[in-house]
């Protein structure tokens, strides 16, 4: 059974920094489709980044250039470094895997880790 577990989450200041960890169990990460999402309140979960099993990576267009999708094979962890961050990516963050197809949409993952939340404000 594919188990999911987020940390890493945390307060920072506008301009600040975090990384996002997730560990997977159940699977071994070099091949699989790994993504992140979020959800802010009111809003519906949207996708972040995807890395695909070729090292392809995708992301949403508010994040690029800011935010960096990675996994350590070792480790079986997937990681989401943030930089530059915004009050409005405060959110819940969530890695997800076990899709259909390696892109942002939330209804092409099957396994939900239980989400680490960030918060940006000064």
Not at 52 to 70: L, N, Q
Request: glycine share 12%; net charge neutral; proline share 2%.
């Amino acid at each position: 059974q594919v188990h999911l577990v987020e940390s890493g989450g945390g307060s920072v200041q506008p301009g600040g920094s975090l990384r996002l960890s997730c560990v997977v169990s159940g699977v071994t990460l070099g091949r699989q489709c790994m993504g992140w999402f979020r959800q802010a309140p009111g809003k519906e979960r949207e996708g972040v980044a995807t890395l695909a099993d070729v090292e392809r990576t995708t992301y949403v267009y508010t994040v690029k250039g800011r935010f960096t999708i990675s996994k350590d094979i070792s480790k079986n962890t997937l990681y989401l470094q943030m930089n530059n961050l915004k009050p409005e990516d405060t959110a819940m963050y969530f890695c997800a895997t076990e899709a259909v197809a390696c892109t942002t949409v939330e209804s092409y993952f099957g396994v939900w880790g239980q989400g680490t939340q960030v918060t940006v404000s000064s």
